[in-house]
């Protein structure tokens, strides 16, 4: 069997509606840091729920993903591009996950359920820690920043394909 020349459609929208969602994550998180205007608070909950719905969709994409034949990388890249490439992959897939879990444990340990639109609430702990708190809140930034210098990797990458190499791998998300 021959492998595809573009992503399956599947793939493209999960890939394109989560690099949206997270980019408003991103956004909303570091607003929120940089600000104690009124508008936080509902920023801040809108954030959490958000959240937990990128976890849903990383954990259907990583389904999605794992059921699809992708296509290859041009012949013409070098092993170590093609390393890195899979790599960074690997690493999107696990900032995706660590971000969204990160976020629920420093909510949990503040003793803060996490609303979710209004259709169920997810617990917090009983008792407060903040030790844990403060460990999951500082993970949960680095982690942020970490996703930020990724996706700004990618964004390269994807633009060195593009315009210098001029192949078909950009192509074959859009």
Known sequence: ????????????????????????MLTAGLLMVKSLEPWQLNVLNLHKAFGLLALLL???????RLRQQLPALPDSLPAIQKAIARASHYLLYGLMFAMPLSG??????????????????LPAALEVNIGLYSLFREMHGILALALV??????????????????????????
């Open 1 to 24: 069997m021959t492998k595809p020349t573009r992503f399956p459609l599947s793939m493209r929208l999960f890939h394109w509606g989560m690099a949206a969602l997270m980019l408003a």
């Open 58 to 64: 990383v954990s259907l994409r990583l389904v999605n």
């Open 104 to 121: 629920y444990a420093m909510q949990y340990f503040a003793g803060r359920p996490v609303e979710v639109f209004g259709w169920f609430r």
């Open 149 to 174: 210098a990724l996706i700004m990797l990618h964004i390269a990458g994807a633009l060195h394909h593009h315009v210098i190499r001029k192949d078909k791998v950009l192509k074959s998300m859009l």
